[in-house]
């Protein structure tokens, strides 16, 4: 499976984005990671294709939403009241949900870089 990511950018604290991740395939699931700097890579968000279920990293709740397109094969991640510290590297990837969801995958995308400025 091919991931294909896009949507980063600069925004101001408090903005928001959208990020895109189509998969050239059907996969069981698909998620969103990101690397800060000097931090180790950590599992963002995960969408289960089959039962529609979400997960989320706790520094993220309430803020991001995780969706799918069926039809497009594509999920995305909505990034609402963006702070400082969700500054990084966005990678989006695929596999079991349950695999993703322990911060764990075999298929990666490229990343795209989100800067969130004070």
């Known amino acids: 499976v091919q991931l294909q990511a896009s949507g980063g950018g600069l925004v101001q604290a408090g903005g928001s984005l959208r990020l895109s991740c189509a998969a050239s395939?059907?996969?069981?699931?698909m998620g969103w990671f990101r690397q800060g700097p000097g931090k180790e890579r950590e599992v963002v968000a995960v969408f289960s294709w089959r039962h529609g279920l979400t997960n989320y990293a706790d520094p993220v709740k309430g803020r991001f939403t995780i969706s799918g397109d069926n039809a497009k094969n594509t999920v995305y991640l909505q990034m609402s009241s963006l702070k400082p510290e969700d500054t990084a590297v966005y990678y989006c990837?695929?596999?079991?949900?349950?695999?993703?969801?322990?911060?764990?995958?075999?298929?990666w995308g490229q990343g795209t870089l989100v800067t969130v400025s004070s």
């Open positions: 990837a695929s596999g079991s949900y349950s695999y993703l969801t322990s911060g764990r995958s075999d298929y």
């Open positions: 395939g059907r996969t069981f699931a």
